[in-house]
């Protein structure tokens, strides 16, 4: 996947919220929780980093080109480079990262999201 297309992918998403902060890290929010930032585009090496599921971590950072994310890993985030994984694999990944995030939130802050139940 490019940068564009992992973009485009993550504001498909229900309440995803686009900031660009820390030096032109494009940050991906729901509810204002960061769900996934693509990193690294400043040095020509672009990233998706991205919440994972504590198995799913443990799988993914085994795998050439993902690796703990810097500063994040400790909550289970990874750093993929955007060939690493197939197109499908990793919006899944970011799909499943967006519910982990969402799930997070208050349920009031869900219904905003995703209207009532």
């Known amino acids: 996947m490019t940068p564009e297309t992992v973009e485009d992918f993550c504001l498909t998403l229900p ?4 900031s660009v902060q820390w030096g032109g890290a494009h940050v991906f929010k729901v509810g204002g929780k960061i ?3 693509l990193a690294g585009m400043s040095r020509g090496e672009p990233e998706a980093w991205f919440k994972a599921s504590e198995f799913s971590y443990i799988l993914l950072v085994e795998q050439p080109g993902i690796r703990p994310a ?29 519910r982990l995030v969402l799930a997070k939130l208050t349920r009031a802050a869900r219904a905003e999201i995703l209207g009532p139940a």
């Open 15 to 18: 309440g995803a919220m686009l």
């Open 35 to 37: 769900f996934a930032i």
């Open 70 to 98: 810097p500063y994040l890993a400790r909550a289970k985030w990874v750093a993929a480079a955007l060939d690493a994984l197939p197109a499908d694999d990793l919006q899944a990944y970011l799909r499943e990262a967006h």
